[in-house]
């Protein structure tokens, strides 16, 4: 362990790597604390803020997996303010986008007893499903913007920088640049943006067809007759 620092989680004092930040160190004690934008295989960016903590001292709550730990830093996983946020983040979440796909997210809601109806005049987000290539679909109505795929789409991973974000504030969307279909980017379709999405925003081709009620053999023909399509392009 290099450069150890003593820190309290919950009220369990232990040393731990300075390096670590506050979500890694509790791990190591056996806590957890929840997650939605965060993943092992990417850079952590804090967005999506269920990871909230409250530190003695702080004015705010902070985010466990950039925060990192200090020296003495005195740190409540769960109490009744760190609650509250994640479940109006819970709420928030689910008055804008289809969380139905969603295992993790809606575990986390009935966890802290969200009202997914709290903001009924909450306009959701209900863009057309992007169905432009053999290997998989975009429903953007289920996105969170995690940026996970935008992540593992570039330095994190694939290096390929084929998505990223559009627009702005309410209207902002996961996109390609100027809105190409996929196959006109620099996709390479590696499937790894499926791999870290969360919500089922991307998914499969073929499950996707399985999930309208598509037969095996009409998959194949469907995904075969795209395919030759790409081919003579």
């Known amino acids: 362990m290099t450069n150890p620092v003593t ?11 300075e390096d670590n930040t506050i979500l ?14 965060f993943h092992d295989a990417t850079t952590s960016n804090a967005l999506c803020r269920i990871c909230v903590v409250e530190v003695k001292g702080a004015r ?3 985010p466990a997996c950039v925060a990192k730990v200090t020296d003495g830093m005195e740190v ?10 994640r479940k109006t983040i819970l709420e928030m979440l689910a008055s804008t986008s289809d969380l139905s796909q969603s295992p993790e997210i809606l575990a986390m809601v009935d966890e802290y007893q969200a009202d997914v109806n709290r903001f009924p005049d909450a306009e959701s987000r209900n863009p057309d499903i992007i169905d432009d290539n053999s290997m998989f679909i975009r429903d953007y109505a289920k996105c969170i913007l995690c940026w996970r ?3 593992v789409c570039a330095d994190d991973a694939q290096y390929a920088y084929a998505i990223n974000f559009k627009d702005r504030g309410y209207h902002t969307q996961i996109s390609t640049f100027f809105s190409k279909p996929l ?3 620099s ?47």
């Open 7 to 17: 820190i309290t989680i919950d009220q369990i004092t232990f040393s731990t790597s």
């Open 24 to 37: 890694h160190a509790a791990e190591e004690i056996g806590i957890s604390i929840p997650t939605i934008c």
């Open 60 to 62: 705010t709550l902070i």
């Open 76 to 85: 409540q996983t769960k109490n009744e303010r760190v609650n509250l946020a």
């Open 149 to 151: 795929c935008v992540q």
């Open 183 to 185: 196959p006109e980017t």
């Open 187 to 233: 996709c390479v379709f590696c499937g790894q943006c499926i791999g870290v999405c969360p919500t089922n925003a991307l998914k499969p081709k073929k499950q996707w067809l399985l999930e309208l009620g598509s037969n095996p053999t009409e998959i194949m023909s469907l995904t075969r007759s795209e395919r030759k399509k790409l081919i003579k392009r």
